[in-house]
């Protein structure tokens, strides 16, 4: 029999696509299967995040729950971001983990499972040439890193000091990748990165220079590949060249991730973000002028420090302007490692940095409220991709929508025309038509 492997992901989806690796490199090299029961598992790993503080604090409970549940034997670890930042503390806090694998040193998965007390958290670990064993997942959509790491300085933020330099996984690797689960049926790619427009600034090996547009040409032109998404631009690095591409494109998926965090120049400044509030709102209506379905994304930082009732003021002129379709808000959380730490004396009250996050989140329900209703009466063509228990299926349309509609499993991985009959803040549902 197999050994069964159990793994709980937490944040993002770098952390699902290392969760993947992590799977595949132990079905490959120790013989794991999969499992969603924790108490069959010989093994229960936890991939971590440690953006916000939550997470973090949630891990040990989890750990602590863990090891009353697994079966005699079982071994539990600890992987992805607060594993590289928390290390060995870690096991002396929780003396039943029996290893930590930090988020730049994935590929190490396979020596140190068997290695008690094993501890590998080096940022300076470079996996971008390494090529990962593929996970056994019948799916139709897949997620492709193609950088590690993060040279940015955003002062919030403990990313760089988690993952390391940025480093660019080489185009040919990330195209062969695409074209191996194309041909295992894959119809859709997420391409991830903590700044995907920055691609090509730094390579391990000898490659030439290239940038993302180029990447996204050489992604498109994959035969089978119907759609490509990726996440998360940054801002400052989408030059008209990007834009252009985007918008003309026929397979990137017009939705964007465009994280603004604030909309004050001045906070944007103290943040080290690197542009203003005039360059985004620049840069997200020029892409709105050229592509008239476009869905923005973003996440908004409210109450970092210093920031004045004028600053948040700025920060809802832009949400009012560039009109997100979706926004993933957040109260500033002080972080370890961070240059922010510094500006302690500008933090501000939680009362007061509340009711700027409930202002912010009504201001975009309102907006929601009354844009979504526009989407009825309307076709989109919908992937199919889940199964619902009521005889429904769900999916998502080329800029992002979730669409509901009766069907079932024979239309997972197709892709079907929906006319919209209703809408609610986050989704919609409609009939299916020819």
């Known amino acids: 029999m ?21 799977q595949a490199e132990l079905e490959k090299h120790k013989g794991y299967s999969s499992t969603q029961n924790i108490e069959d598992a010989d093994l229960i790993i936890i991939n971590t995040c440690s953006v916000r503080e939550k997470p973090v604090q949630r891990l040990f409970s989890e750990i602590g729950q863990f090891n009353k549940k697994k079966k005699d034997g079982a071994k539990i670890g600890v992987c992805g971001c607060t594993a590289s930042h928390l290390g060995e503390d870690i096991i002396k806090r929780a003396p039943y983990v029996d290893f930590v694998l930090g988020a730049r040193n994935i590929s190490k998965i396979k020596d140190v499972v068997d290695i008690k007390g094993s501890v590998e958290i080096s940022i300076e670990n470079d996996d971008s040439q390494y090529e990962f064993a593929i996970a056994n997942n019948n799916n139709f959509r897949t997620s492709v890193n193609i950088s590690v790491g993060c040279d940015k300085e955003c002062t919030y933020c403990i990313v760089p000091s988690t993952r390391g330099d940025e480093i660019s996984i080489p185009p040919f690797m990330i195209v062969s990748q695409i074209q191996k689960a194309v041909d295992n049926g894959v119809v859709e790619v997420a391409l991830l990165g903590q700044n995907v427009n920055s691609y090509g600034k730094r390579f391990s090996n ?4 290239y ?5 996204l040409q050489d992604i498109s032109k994959i035969d089978g590949l119907k759609r490509i998404r990726f996440t998360s631009p940054h801002p400052l690095h989408m030059d008209d060249d990007f834009i252009e591409e985007f918008a003309r494109n026929p ?13 004050s120049s001045n906070i944007l400044k103290a943040m080290k973000r690197g542009y203003t509030k005039e360059w985004f709102l620049n840069r997200a209506l020029k892409m709105r002028e050229l592509i008239p379905d476009l869905r923005i994304t973003t996440d908004i930082i409210v109450a970092f420090p210093g920031e004045t009732h004028e600053d948040f003021l700025d920060t809802l002129d832009v949400v009012n302007q560039v009109k997100f379709d979706q926004i993933f808000n957040f109260k500033y959380s002080p972080r370890p490692n961070t240059k922010a730490l510094e500006l302690k004396d500008l933090e501000i009250e939680d009362s007061i940095g509340s009711e700027r996050l409930d202002e912010l989140i009504e201001l975009h329900k309102r907006y929601l409220e009354k844009s979504m209703p526009d989407m009825i009466g309307k076709t989109v063509n919908v992937l199919v991709e889940s199964l619902k228990p009521n005889g429904e299926v769900s999916g998502y349309t080329d800029n992002y929508f979730l669409v509901f509609t009766k069907g079932s499993d024979e239309l997972l991985g197709k892709f079907v025309n929906v006319k919209i009959t209703s809408a609610t803040r986050t989704a919609l549902k409609g009939e299916i038509v020819e």
Not at 211 to 215: E, K, N, V, Y
Not at 251 to 263: A, E, N, V
């Open 2 to 22: 197999s050994k069964k492997l159990f793994i709980q992901t937490l944040g993002c989806q770098m952390n699902d696509t290392d969760s993947k690796h992590i």
């Open 206 to 209: 000898n490659t030439a220079k």
């Open 211 to 215: 940038s993302f547009t180029q990447l």
């Open 251 to 263: 397979k990137i998926s017009k939705c964007i991730h465009m994280p603004l965090q604030s909309g």
